[in-house]
C-alpha cells in the first residue's frame, strides 16, 4: 500500500507540473524558453537538496529548524577560507562537508541526550548557527570564488545546469541508504513506531543522531550550490530555506510524523515549486504571493496526509476482522 500511494503521489506530481508549464506557456510565451528552463532545473537543484535536508530528520519523525543555519556558517566557513586564505577548491569543499556534519551532530546529540524536541533544540542552534555567521562577516558578503566554482554553479549542458548533479548524487545515495542499508531502515523504524523500534533492540538516539549528522551535510550541500549560484559567500544564505525545506518532503509524500519518505517525491516537489515560482514572477505575480502559494500546498499535503491516516486506521478493524474470519475458515476446512 505504502509503494502504491508513493507512485500515485509522484504521478500527480508529474501530471501537476505538466499542467502548470502549459498553463505558464499559455500565459507567458517565454516560460519554454532555453534561458528560463535552465532557471528553473537551477533553483530545483539547490531547493531538493534543502528539502533532503529536512527530510532526513523527518524519516525519524524529528524536524530542525537549524537547516538553514547550518547553511549559513558553512557558507562563511568557505567564504573564508576561498576569500581570505586562498585554499585549493577541494580541500574547501571537504572541509565545509565536514563543518555541516559536526553542526548537524551537535544537533543530534542535545536532542538525543537531553530528550528534548528536535524543534526546540535546532531552533536554538539555529538561531546560534546564523547568528555567529552575521557575527563574523558584519553581514558583508566574501566576494571571490573559484572561476570552477562560479562554472558549477552558472554552467549547463543544453538545458540541464551543471549544478543538477548534486542533487542527482545526494537522491542516489539516499535512495541507496533507506533501501538497502540497515541503518536507513532502522531510522524509518524508529519514524514509524518510536517503542516498537526500540523493543526490537533499535537504539532511538543513535538514529536521532544519524537524522541530524545526515541533515547537517546535505544542509553545507546546499550551502556549497549557492556559493556557486551567487559568485559569492552571502552569510545571509539560508535565511529563506525554511518553507522550502519542509515543502518539498512533504509535498513529495514524506510523513511529517516520520517513518515514510519519498526520494523520487522530493526531487518532483522541489521541481513543482520552483515552476510554479518562476512562473508566477514571470507572470508579474507578487512573490508574497508564491510564498502564500507554498504554504497552501503545504498545507494541503499534511492534510491529505492525516486524511489518509485516518481512512487507514477507520478500515484497520475491518481488515483484522477478515483476516480471523479467513483463518478461522481455513482452520474449520483442515
Not at 528553473?40 to 525519524?60: D, E, K
Not at 548524487?169 to 532502522?186: D, H, K, N, S
Request: glycine share 12%.
Amino acid at each position: 500500500m505504502t509503494a502504491r500511494r508513493l507512485a500515485n503521489q509522484e504521478a500527480t506530481l508529474v501530471l501537476v507540473i505538466i499542467i502548470a508549464s502549459i498553463a505558464f506557456w499559455l500565459t507567458a510565451p517565454k516560460y519554454l524558453g532555453s534561458a528560463n528552463i535552465v532557471a528553473v532545473l537551477t533553483s530545483a537543484s539547490t531547493t531538493v537538496v534543502i528539502g533532503f535536508a529536512q527530510l532526513t530528520c523527518l524519516s525519524v519523525g524529528e524536524m530542525s529548524l537549524a537547516v538553514g543555519g547550518i547553511g549559513a556558517a558553512v557558507t562563511v566557513l568557505g567564504g573564508m577560507l576561498l576569500d581570505q586564505d586562498h585554499v585549493s577548491l577541494a580541500l574547501v569543499a571537504v572541509i565545509c562537508l565536514i563543518g555541516g556534519l559536526l553542526a548537524g551532530l551537535i544537533n543530534g546529540l542535545v536532542t538525543a541526550r537531553t530528550h528534548l524536541s528536535g524543534f526546540i533544540v535546532t531552533l536554538a542552534t539555529g538561531g546560534a548557527y546564523s547568528g555567529l555567521a552575521i557575527g563574523i562577516t558584519k553581514s558583508n558578503p566574501y566576494p571571490t570564488v573559484p572561476p570552477a566554482l562560479a562554472t558549477f554553479g552558472q554552467g549547463q549542458w543544453g538545458f540541464i545546469p551543471y549544478l543538477a548533479v548534486a542533487p542527482a548524487v545526494c537522491a542516489v545515495l539516499l535512495f541507496i541508504f533507506y533501501r538497502w542499508r540497515r541503518t536507513g531502515r532502522e531510522l524509518l523504524a524508529v519514524g514509524g513506531n518510536r517503542n516498537a523500534a526500540a523493543l526490537a533492540g533499535i537504539s532511538v538516539p543513535k538514529a536521532t543522531i544519524w537524522a541530524h549528522t545526515l541533515s547537517g551535510v546535505l544542509a553545507a550541500v546546499a550551502a556549497i550550490m549557492f556559493m556557486g549560484v551567487l559568485r559569492q559567500s552571502v552569510p545571509t544564505i539560508g535565511s529563506d530555506w525554511l518553507v522550502s525545506s519542509f515543502a518539498v518532503p512533504i509535498i513529495g509524500g514524506t510523513l511529517l510524523a516520520g517513518g515514510e519518505i519519498s526520494i523520487g517525491g522530493a526531487v518532483l516537489a522541489a521541481v513543482l515549486l520552483s515552476v510554479i515560482s518562476d512562473g508566477l514572477v514571470l507572470v508579474n505575480v507578487s512573490q508574497y504571493i508564491v510564498e502564500m502559494v507554498e504554504g497552501i500546498l503545504i498545507l494541503a499535503a499534511v492534510l491529505a496526509d492525516r486524511f489518509r491516516l485516518v481512512v487507514r486506521d477507520m478500515s484497520r478493524p475491518a481488515r483484522q476482522l477478515r483476516t480471523i474470519g479467513k483463518a478461522t475458515d481455513g482452520g474449520a476446512t483442515a
